[in-house]
């Protein structure tokens, strides 16, 4: 959207409409495969307090991108030729609350090591 607006080469509002929709139904996905690996996690400590974060954040996350893809939808429908202000203000929040889920995942999984000691035993003994 940005580099559309910057560029003024509208038929990227194309594009990154689709992407907006392909995200909104990945992120359920993902929500789903995160609650299993949650559900087998065994988290310890301050562990527990990200993970938990990070599944607040998750569902949150797709609820906004639940929201953004509706008025998206209607933007298009009106004008799909320009885009307000206040939608590339929401589309930038969006970014860096991605960020911050991705950081977070990614403590859980590098700093906390929630599931990577039993892959590595199961691996060593012979199991995986």
Do not use: C
């Not at 509002?13 to 559900?39: C, D, H, K, R, Y």
């Not at 929401?90 to 991705?102: C, H, K, P, T």
């Amino acid at each position: 959207d940005l580099i559309g607006v910057l560029t003024r080469r509208t038929n990227l509002f194309e594009v990154s409409f689709w992407n907006l929709l392909f995200a909104t139904a990945a992120i359920f996905v993902a929500i789903i495969f995160g609650q299993v690996e949650a559900g087998l996690a065994e988290p310890y400590g301050r562990a527990s307090e990200i993970l938990n974060l990070h599944s607040t954040l998750g569902w949150s996350l797709a609820g906004i991108l639940s929201l953004l893809s509706g008025w998206r939808y209607v933007i298009r429908k009106n004008d799909p030729k320009q885009l307000p202000l206040a939608f590339l203000g929401a589309g930038g929040l969006l970014s860096v609350l991605i960020l911050v889920q991705v950081t977070l995942g990614n403590q859980l999984i590098w700093v906390y090591g929630l599931h990577t000691v039993k892959v590595v035993e199961a691996m060593r003994a012979g199991l995986v």
